[in-house]
């Protein structure tokens, strides 16, 4: 397959709530690299495996490689990339002109520029990390059950060994309210579906939400023949959530695994900025 991801970056220190605007710049660097890195590691060609008898590399995962193309979406002033440690052939550095609070809209923009020439058209923020090499035939699988008028999220997650709790997902429901003006989450509210010899649960969420969309070249020419395609708005949430999700959310029905095979299609969360609210805003089950 041929995948386009598209990752809107920025970093100005300063007093906001965003990890974008805090003081250390250190934080920031990590999770980018780190973003950058499992894309080329799990979804770019070509990949080996030592053969240890002839001491040669032999191919490998010849099915699950793919061809990618990365774009870094700046404001051409703020950001890390002089301090990433990565080679410069890994992705495209490509600034654009836009107030730095809605560079995802002027993602959805570039993504639209290159229909036609890809398979999946991605968008990511940049602290958000891919581990799974068999993501995108997962999403394929979804698409040819369901069809292309339903969009399969993938379940944002922090995970801190050491924690009470290993792995935690970070986007549970929001307010009925939120969400209404956008999705009627009580049409078809769940779908199932038989994979590896067992049976799947797949839920429309109350929280939509996971910092990234990733569409086939259907649903991407679906959603950019649209009137308020690439057009900025903060009317979910604000600004950066609803560059990730609104546009998507008006335009496609929004499912995510249910709960109880969560793990099916995931993303993880860089830091554990989420994690750390447990036991203190977040409370703990309690246990007997």
Known sequence: MRLLFVIPHYYAPGSGRHASQHVDPLPRVQALTACLSALHTHFSAPQGSIHIAGRRLVPA????AHHIAV??????QHHLLERLSLPPALYTHTPVESEPRFLGFACQRLLAEHLGEFDYYAYLEDDLILHDPLFFHKLRWFSLQMGDACLLQPN???SAPAAPYRKVYVDGD???EVIAPFQDVSR?????ALLLGSELRFVRPLNPHSGCYFLNAAQMRRWASRPDFGRPSGDFIGPLESAATLGVMRHFKIY??????AAFLEIQHYGTNFLRLLGREINLPETS
């Open 188 to 192: 078809a509210p769940e779908v199932r």
């Open 71 to 76: 774009h870094l979406v700046t404001d051409g």
């Open 256 to 261: 995510k695994p249910a709960p109880e095979n």
């Open 61 to 64: 995962n010849e099915h699950f």
């Open 174 to 176: 929001l307010r009925p």
């Open 156 to 158: 944002r997650y922090e």
